[in-house]
């Protein structure tokens, strides 16, 4: 059973990074039967995919995101990682982690990230 | 982007009801349509995958069905435990896009 579990500040000042990690158990990020990546939702909204990864392949990036998006994986930890980029308020969401398989199966918790001064 | 628009956005309905929710693609997905039940601060739970197979664990009063735009999502005989937010997603390409959500609240 694959587990993930987003960690991270929970509050960003506007035009930084906003910086999470996800850290997998159950599975290896470097598995060739997985992609990772990062699903979020902005309060009292509907859910937006912002990238997915495929270890040994592609990075998938929605086109909106794309420019200001990277995710870093790091196989020693067993974690892989969101940075975005110049954060503004519309940034402000819960953001999970997820193996996004097309359908997905499996989701961190979530972790509200809001952008304020 | 495929845009995916769900309706209705709200439907408030009792115990035993049979309840649809329908998702509409704005150019032909396939059947590559996944439906997920989602409840006040938890994370999306998928119920439905490639329009119509019962993800392992779901119970049967879940149903899907569509193919190309247009999709449905039927609960038969609504159960307390299925008043919640249901979410359409299509997988047929990146992006990825989401329905906005129909909230299914009791009446």
């Known amino acids: 059973q694959v587990q993930l579990q987003e960690s991270g500040p929970g509050l960003v000042k506007p035009s930084e990074t906003l910086s999470l990690t996800c850290t997998v158990s159950g599975a290896s990020v470097t598995s060739t039967s997985y992609y990772w990546g990062w699903i979020r939702q902005a309060p009292g909204k509907g859910l937006e995919w912002i990238v997915s990864i495929y270890y040994r392949g592609n990075t998938y990036y929605n086109p909106s995101l794309k420019n200001r998006v990277t995710i870093p994986v790091d196989a020693s930890k067993n974690q892989f990682s969101l940075k975005l980029t110049s954060v503004t308020a519309a940034d402000t969401a819960i953001y999970y982690c997820?193996?996004?398989?097309?359908?997905?199966?499996?989701w961190g918790q979530g972790k509200l990230v809001t952008v304020s001064s | 982007d495929i845009q995916m628009t769900q309706s209705p956005s709200t439907l408030s309905a009792s115990v035993g009801d049979r309840v649809t929710i329908t998702c509409r693609a704005s150019?032909?997905?396939?059947?590559?349509l996944a439906w997920y039940q989602q409840k006040p601060g938890i994370a999306p739970k998928l119920l439905i995958y490639k329009s119509s197979r019962l993800e392992s664990g779901v119970p049967s009063r879940f149903s899907g069905s569509g193919s190309g735009t247009e999709f449905t999502l039927t609960i038969s005989g609504l159960q307390p435990d299925d008043f919640a937010t249901y979410h359409c997603?299509?997988?047929?390409?990146?992006?990825?896009?989401f329905g906005q959500g129909t909230k299914v609240d009791i009446k």
């Open positions: 997820a193996s996004p398989m097309g359908a997905i199966t499996y």
């Open positions: 997603q299509h997988y047929s390409d990146y992006p990825w896009t």
């Open positions: 150019q032909d997905i396939s059947d590559w």
